[in-house]
């Protein structure tokens, strides 16, 4: 393991240093009570959710964000960016308790994806199912009422041949065999009676064909999801990791001998982690993470380009459990963190973040306040209020160039420097 790298921590400028004591609140537990959430810039109120939600899972598919249940609530629903509505797709089995569990994209064609979902714990049954989803928007003529109407929305499913689509099933091998991930595992290998709580996964691997794991207390699994087997098991260098950060580099850093990189953040620890997929190994190193965001889990999070966002969460400060309304911003390339004066609307946890199709809105879903009532707010901002303009990426610095070309109708050549002036000209505007 490699020293500590040094950490330069700014604040982005013109915003202030913050008082924290204005910022965090001591958490206590209350009777619950309903809370109206008054937005102010940058934040946009979207439509409500279907029902209070924290802990949830989310995944984008084109114009939707599909919400796969939340803690101890199985319904999924379908979230329309465009639309702002809500529909309802199928709930999980009866027989499956979500607390804590993970869902991510396992198959993303142009008119489906398949969704995998596992977690539990030795209290709960541990399940791993998968549902393939295609939209509940095709057929469009209900207006989203079909939200409140499980019956109707099964009824429409069948009439339209999609029995074997947006329904949570058991996930099976290529002999048909059920497979639970983690379930034949030994308890040092999936951590204590807490087992999948928590947990936080990326595909990733030459082929996509790999699911890295992180779960309490500070484990890495990597699960061949060709073979169905466990492959590698190791010890995270840090403190614990629950309700953490857990993301995959951008692809552009991606190496093609096979070395995998993803980020950790967590209980003061930061780390960057590197598989290398021939021999079967990681290598950590450490990354110091931002001393307001040390005491915390449960944010919400988001991962784009060479940038990680970070809002709201949970942890301990002195004596006391605290929640945080603070927002955060990580630099990989610059390995830098900036604190911003804008925060969300009341200090907030068990909130999901997630991108829109197009890059251009954070979404912030559901989660739980200060007197832990969850609440069933969803709220939205402009990405580019959180990232400068020398963050952009290659693809949206030539989206602005041809907009500019059109606009102007320029018929010229290009050359690299022309790059270096529109950063510094999305600067001054």
Known sequence: MQAE????????????????????????????????????????????????????????????????????????????????????????????????????????????????????????????????????????????????????????KKSNNLNNYNQWVTFRDNSNNPIIIGENEDDDEIGDENGYEGARAVIGGSNNHLLFITYYPKNISVFDLNTFQFIKHDSLPTNYTRYHCFVSKSENEQEKNKNYKMLLFCDKKGLSIEYNEDNNSFQFNQLRACNDVTIFNRFAYICINDIILFFGGYGWEGNKYVVSKLAHKYSIQENTWTTFEHTLPIPLYNCFGILNENNNYIHIIGGSDTKRDIISTHIKTKLNIWRDSSELSKDEIKLVVQNWVRILKIKLGWIDDFDKIIIKYSKLT
């Not at 982005?12 to 958490?27: C, D, G, I």
């Not at 964000?65 to 199928?90: D, M, P, Q, V």
Request: positive net charge.
């Open 5 to 156: 790298q040094k950490q330069n921590f700014t604040i982005s400028t013109p915003f202030r240093v913050l008082n924290n004591s204005a910022l965090f609140a001591k958490h206590e537990k209350i009777p619950e009570q309903s809370q109206a959430v008054t937005t102010s810039a940058p934040f946009q109120s979207s439509k409500d959710l279907p029902t209070p939600s924290e802990c949830t899972q989310c995944v984008l598919h084109k114009h939707e964000i599909l919400i796969c249940g939340s803690a101890y609530r199985r319904a999924c629903y379908s979230y329309h960016t465009l639309k702002n509505e809500y529909k309802f797709i199928c709930s999980y089995p009866r027989d499956v308790t979500l607390s804590g569990h993970c869902v991510v994209k396992l198959v993303d064609n142009r008119n489906e994806i398949t969704l995998l979902s596992f977690g539990g714990n030795k209290h709960t049954k541990m399940h791993t199912l998968i549902m393939k989803y295609v939209s509940v928007w095709s057929n469009d003529n209900d207006n989203g009422n079909e939200m409140n109407d499980p019956k109707k929305s099964k009824k429409s």
